[in-house]
């Protein structure tokens, strides 16, 4: 069992930039691929980043590409989200999961979830 707790969104102007964090507990923490997906009213969940155990690999949805940048700290059972040059578009409630498979190919084969983190960018 993995709890999982995200921090850092909140409401941000166009061009800024947050940092989310996600902090775990429960199981050994470094067994588990990370991941960062975000849900917009009236929209389907999106896949946002991953990020392997080591945290050697990782992977960026096209709409967050060179934009967004995540990574861990298996020291710290944390994993994080870096979002540069937000968009309205990126506002949406982010959450953060993890899989105990080393290539989830989807949301579904992600096992645990945090509660969620509301991110706002306005113009």
């Known amino acids: 069992q993995v709890q999982l707790v995200e921090s850092g969104g909140g409401m941000v102007q166009a061009g800024g930039s947050l940092r989310l964090s996600c902090a775990a507990s429960?199981?050994?923490?470094?067994?588990?691929?990370m991941g960062w997906f975000r849900q917009a009213p009236g929209k389907e969940r999106e896949f946002v980043a991953t990020?392997?155990?080591?945290?050697?690999?990782?992977y960026s949805g096209d709409s967050v590409k060179g934009r967004f940048t995540i990574s861990r700290d298996n020291a710290k059972n944390t994993v994080y989200l870096q979002m540069n040059s937000l968009k309205p578009e990126d506002t949406a409630v982010y959450y953060c999961a993890a899989a105990i498979r080393s290539f989830p190919s989807n949301e579904y084969e992600f096992e645990y979830w945090g509660q969620g983190t509301q991110v706002t960018v306005s113009l």
């Open positions: 429960g199981d050994s923490f470094s067994r588990y691929t």
């Open positions: 990020i392997r155990s080591s945290g050697g690999r990782t």
